[in-house]
T-cell receptor
């Protein structure tokens, strides 16, 4: 089955700097890759997703890139702000199986 | 849309007691998922349903755990008897509207369970 690896597990950046979180997946049939943000006391919330027919997608300060050949995808947050501090999860979907999640990255943005 | 609704938000009980967690999925979604989240193990998928039918319960840790989905708008996760190691945050998620291609799961805000 699918296996998703996520790095780093923790990340600290200065406010205004960029943050990059990387994930790899094992199943070449995976074709949908969402990213979730989890704030304290809340459930994970979708922030951006990408499908396998697209290499990059951007939404304001957030962008995701996908390299199908290498089977990895990344989340990029530019101009980070304190409210970006949270745990971020990547996930991959193959066929009709449930999403497979990475272990999460705890991002701290230092003001 | 009210989103996925879970209750209770917090539950504290003594070991050996029965615990019932509840979930109302987003209207129109045909899949429902129960997850457990701990610091040590992250997000674990316990069980999921398609059209109210359990599809895969291989993530359910023991026979003490059971889940039901009697109709499209309600699901329960039950632990009987509960043990301290069951303490975690339990999330319910739902997905998808038929015929709309790949869609993300939508999570509730979870039930924080503490077994003393």
């Amino acid at each position: 089955g699918e296996n998703v690896e996520q790095h780093p597990s923790t990340l600290s950046v200065q406010e205004g700097d960029s943050a990059v979180i990387k994930c790899t997946y094992s199943d070449s049939a995976s074709n949908y890759f969402p990213w979730y943000k989890q704030e304290l006391g809340k459930g994970p919330q979708l922030i951006i997703d990408i499908r396998s027919n697209v290499g990059e997608k951007k939404d304001q300060r957030i962008a995701v890139t996908l390299n199908k050949t290498a089977k990895h995808f990344s989340l990029h947050i530019t101009e980070t702000q304190p409210e970006d501090s949270a745990v971020y999860f990547c996930a991959a979907l193959s066929g009709n199986t449930p999403l497979v999640f990475g272990k999460g990255t705890r991002l701290s943005v230092i003001a | 849309d009210a989103g996925v609704i879970q209750s209770p938000r917090h539950e504290v009980t003594e070991m050996g007691q029965e615990v019932t967690l509840r979930c109302k999925p987003i209207s129109g979604h045909n899949s429902l998922f129960w997850y457990r989240q701990t610091m040590m193990r992250g997000l674990e998928l316990l069980i999921y349903f398609n059209n109210n039918v359990p599809i895969d319960d291989s993530g359910m840790p023991e026979d003490r755990f059971s889940a039901k989905m009697p109709n499209a708008s309600f699901s329960t996760l039950k632990i009987q008897p509960s043990e301290p190691r069951d303490s975690a945050v339990y999330f319910c998620a739902s997905c998808c509207h038929l015929g709309q291609g790949h869609q993300p799961q939508h999570f509730g805000d979870g039930t924080r369970l503490s077994i003393l």
